[in-house]
């Protein structure tokens, strides 16, 4: 083609060639994105119309699934017992997190070693750490020995008290994810420019001013952050409450959460549909979740 | 070019008459069914993975054309085995526990074994028929019963001397025998008796009142009787009475455990906990008895079938395994290794079993309909609320007769 056409066009030789190879580049991860995501989300959308066996449909059932989950009493216990997990693991992990990267960011002996202690919880197999968990929590366990140290007596089963068993297993999730809410704040602080320091140690603030009203509210793209993905990750929580209720939900209700409460209903009483139509229930309110805090906490610069 | 041709097409008849002359041609002649069948189940423990590869090698010296490949599910067993069913390829013979016998002969994932009955002259006659009942569905037998164990009464032995108490046979002597290892201190930091907040425990003493979980056709909950109340209010007095703990409170996952670290002194388990006492607290005493009678004696029965899938690809091979699995000789060789009691009554069972085989007559199988998850889990955690205080006893009955009804209509 002509030099004129080219600059009709008003771009660079070869810009429709960079853009393809652009597409090529994004193509492997957005296919496994299709097939792993997508195409499950959409599958669930489809067999929650249906009453849905092991050998596939026996019968539509149009959106009736729906309907009965929302009217299950049981799914609505659910729903309140991951409202007061999340309550209490979404500020513990924050708070945690925050501390760790505060500590970690500062010139300290040793840096890179309590970077990767702290990180390790959140890498090492929550399967395994629940277990071994088990074993501190019982009612004779270390946890209750030291506690009867100081004078608190009372050899609480931990675990399997119904009071007490989803705020322990919400304590023993805010210390093996608080690692990975560490990093994301670490990088938050680390955006922060050194002069904003320096402009306050002019003025005379403290050190604990300086974190109060300087620091923390530099970081609201990274509280942003970090609150949806603890969030998002709280309200998804099944392997922690499988292991220790056994599978049955724990005492009285207590740690049943809507997703183990999706896999029962998936797996003992072989209801794939309506197990499907919860799924697709949960996925919605992630999703409002997710829109009320942009817009509660604005949109987020770039962290 | 017609020459070439021509080669061409005499080489291709020639190489199609070859294959389809090697195809026909038979390789040896083979008596009976012949290759690879793919066994399965779960394995609690690593001797019982051992027991049955035992087994297993045993039916291979019997048939030596059948290939059979021991591969137990460890994990979540009906997850696991759900999807094998779904995607169409299960394993040709599997463990089906009784209490989700009913859910899976009703998704229709399990062989029909009448036709293998009459075919092969496989009399079903020597199997308990309680136990057989769990496994049937419409008048078709689904699986077999490989073993079976009921619940029974272990006591501590040094501990009932240290009390100086006979060993209880009834209801009052149990709160009486409790009492006194209450009042000597024989189960230092621990409880007399370790109750577990489970209707799969609680169910048997209902029995022995007289009273029933579903009526006799099975299609309606008759808990809200006197007989069932009364041993219901008797179960969960013991807990709140403080002469029994709950194995949580006893710093065990289960009543064997708080036996072994010797937290409880009676406890109620089946012959399961025979070997894991043996292998995991082997210098504890205790000894196993009867279970106590109320106005009747009553227990539950756990067992454990072999299914074959309905969509196993070699069929006569996965039968010829199971009858042997569950016949007089295999099921012989299985149960003399202590892990289980034989579910024919032509197999005798292993020493020190006499106990627990004497509770047969009085056991009904813990299987029941379609569904039964929902109700078991309601029966679990109203029951555990009703030992935390936190629920009445009639609250329970009312919540698990309404489940029970809701479950009966699907």
Not at chain 2, 108 to 124: A, I, R
């Amino acid at each position: 083609m002509s030099a004129e056409a080219y600059r009709v066009r008003g771009g660079r030789p070869g810009r429709a060639r960079e853009a393809l190879v652009g597409y090529a580049f994004v193509l492997a991860p957005m296919a496994v994105f299709g097939v792993f995501f997508l195409f499950p989300i959409g599958y669930a959308i489809y067999i929650s119309r249906y009453n849905w066996g092991v050998y596939g449909s026996q019968g539509s059932v149009g959106w009736h699934n729906y309907g009965w989950v929302l009217h299950d009493p049981i799914f609505w216990r659910s729903m309140r017992n991951i409202g007061e997990y999340t309550a209490w693991v979404v500020p513990a992990q924050m708070a945690l997190g925050l501390f760790m990267a505060v500590i970690v960011n500062q010139k300290i002996k040793a840096r890179t070693f309590f970077r990767s202690a702290f990180y390790f919880p959140s890498i090492a197999s929550s399967a395994a750490i629940t277990t071994i968990a088990i074993f501190i929590l019982n009612a004779d366990g270390l946890l209750n020995k030291a506690l009867s140290l100081v004078g608190y007596d009372h050899h609480t089963p931990w675990f399997y008290t119904t009071t007490t068993a989803m705020p322990t297993i919400a304590g023993l999730n805010a210390w093996t994810t608080s690692g990975t809410m560490m990093l994301f704040y670490l990088a938050s602080l680390q955006a922060i420019p050194n002069d904003v320091y320096e402009a306050a140690a002019i003025d005379g603030a403290g050190r604990w001013r300086t974190f109060w009203k300087v620091t923390f509210p530099l970081l609201k793209p990274g509280h942003f952050f970090v609150a949806v993905v603890s969030i998002l990750g709280a309200v998804k929580l099944y392997d922690q409450a499988f292991i220790v209720s056994g599978g049955t939900g724990g005492p009285d209700y207590a740690t049943l959460t809507p997703v183990l409460l999706l896999v029962q209903e998936a797996v003992q009483n072989i209801r794939f549909g309506y197990a499907a139509a919860m799924g697709v229930i949960l996925l919605a309110f992630m999703v409002v979740l997710t829109l009320a805090q942009r817009l509660l906490f604005g949109r987020s610069e770039a962290a | 070019m017609r020459r070439v041709l021509l080669t061409f097409l005499v080489l291709a008849i020639a190489a199609v008459v070859a294959t389809t002359a090697a195809q026909a041609r038979p390789h040896r002649t083979v008596a009976g069914p012949s290759g690879n069948v793919v066994l399965s189940g779960w394995a609690s423990s690593g001797s019982e993975f051992d027991f049955l590869t035992n087994v297993v090698q045993d039916f291979e010296k019997k048939y030596p054309n059948i290939h059979v490949t021991y591969q137990p599910i460890n994990g979540n067993y009906p997850q696991a085995m759900l999807a094998r069913f779904a995607s169409h390829t299960p394993p040709d013979v599997f463990y089906v526990d009784s209490s989700v016998a009913p859910d899976w002969m009703a998704a229709g994932v399990l062989q029909p074994l009448n036709s293998y009955f009459s075919k092969f002259h496989f009399s079903t006659k020597p199997f308990f028929p309680r136990l057989l009942s769990g496994f049937t569905y419409k008048g078709q037998v689904y699986g077999l019963p490989k073993d079976w164990s009921p619940l029974a009464m272990e006591i501590n032995t040094s501990m009932l001397q240290k009390a100086g108490v006979g060993v209880p046979t009834t209801w009052p002597a149990l709160i009486a025998a409790a009492k006194r290892m209450q009042v000597t201190n024989a189960v230092p930091g621990g409880a007399p008796i370790c109750l577990s907040a489970d209707w799969a425990r609680l169910l048997p003493f209902v029995y022995q009142a007289g009273g029933s979980f579903l009526n006799k056709a099975g299609t309606a909950p008759v808990l809200n009787t006197p007989a069932a109340k009364k041993a219901i209010n008797f179960y969960v007095g013991l807990a709140t009475s403080g002469l029994a703990r709950t194995p949580d409170q006893l710093g065990s996952g289960w009543c064997g455990e708080a036996l072994g670290k010797q937290k409880a002194a009676i406890i109620f388990e089946g012959n399961w906990a025979l070997p894991y006492m043996h292998d995991t607290f082997p210098t504890v005493s205790y000894a196993t008895y009867a279970m106590p009678h109320g106005r009747a004696r009553g227990d539950l029965g756990f067992t454990t079938s072999y299914s074959m899938a309905k969509d196993s690809k070699n069929k006569a091979a996965a039968w010829t395994l199971l009858s042997y699995l569950t016949g007089a000789q295999g099921m012989k060789k299985w149960t003399d290794q202590g892990l289980a009691l034989p579910s024919r009554s032509d197999v005798p069972p292993a020493a020190g079993r006499s106990v627990l085989i004497k509770e047969a007559p009085y056991s009904r199988a813990w299987s029941f309909f379609p569904g039964f998850s929902d109700v078991y889990t309601v029966m679990n955690n109203d029951l555990t609320a009703v030992f935390q205080g936190k629920k009445d006893v009639q609250g329970m009955i009312n919540d698990i007769q309404a489940a029970t009804v809701k479950a009966l209509k699907k």
